[in-house]
C-alpha cells in the first residue's frame, strides 16, 4: 500500500488550504485514516481522523484545529482529505497521512511522505 499526500504549499496567515491523501496498492476500505503534522524541532502530533462505526462514522480532531479543520474520506477513492481554514503560523509542518484497515485501530499500519504545509505571518 503507498500513500500519496498533495496539497501542501505556501500560504498567508488566514488562508486555506485542502490536502489530499490517496492509497494505491491493496485497496479495501480504511476503517481509520488520520492525518497528523510534525512541526520543526517538535515531535509528530495528532491532528484528524476519521473511523467507520456501524452506526456511520465518526471523526475527532485535536482542540488546536477545531473549528478550523475538517477531515473526510472519499471511499471511492480510497482517499482521506483534510480542509485547512484560518490557517496560523503555529498550524506550520510536514502533515503526513495515515491510515489502517481496523476502525478501532490505536496506531496505523500505512504512512504517506508527507507534505509540507507553510503559513506566513
Known amino acids: 500500500v503507498q500513500l500519496q499526500a498533495s496539497g501542501g504549499g505556501l500560504v498567508q496567515a488566514g488562508g486555506s488550504l485542502r490536502l489530499s491523501c490517496a492509497a494505491s496498492g491493496r485497496t479495501f476500505n480504511y476503517g481509520h485514516m488520520a492525518w497528523f503534522r510534525q512541526a520543526p524541532g517538535k515531535e509528530r502530533e495528532f491532528v484528524a481522523d476519521?473511523?467507520?462505526?456501524?452506526?456511520?462514522?465518526?471523526?475527532s480532531y485535536a482542540e488546536s484545529v477545531k473549528g478550523r479543520f475538517t477531515i473526510s474520506r472519499d471511499n471511492a477513492k480510497n482517499a482521506v482529505n483534510l480542509e485547512m481554514n484560518s490557517l496560523k503560523p503555529e498550524d506550520m509542518g510536514v502533515y503526513y497521512c495515515?491510515?489502517?484497515?481496523?476502525?478501532?485501530?490505536?496506531?496505523?499500519?500505512?504512512w504517506g511522505q508527507g507534505t509540507l504545509v507553510t503559513v506566513s505571518s
Open positions: 476519521t473511523r467507520i462505526r456501524s452506526t456511520g462514522g465518526s471523526t
Open positions: 495515515a491510515v489502517d484497515p481496523i476502525s478501532w485501530s490505536t496506531s496505523f499500519t500505512y
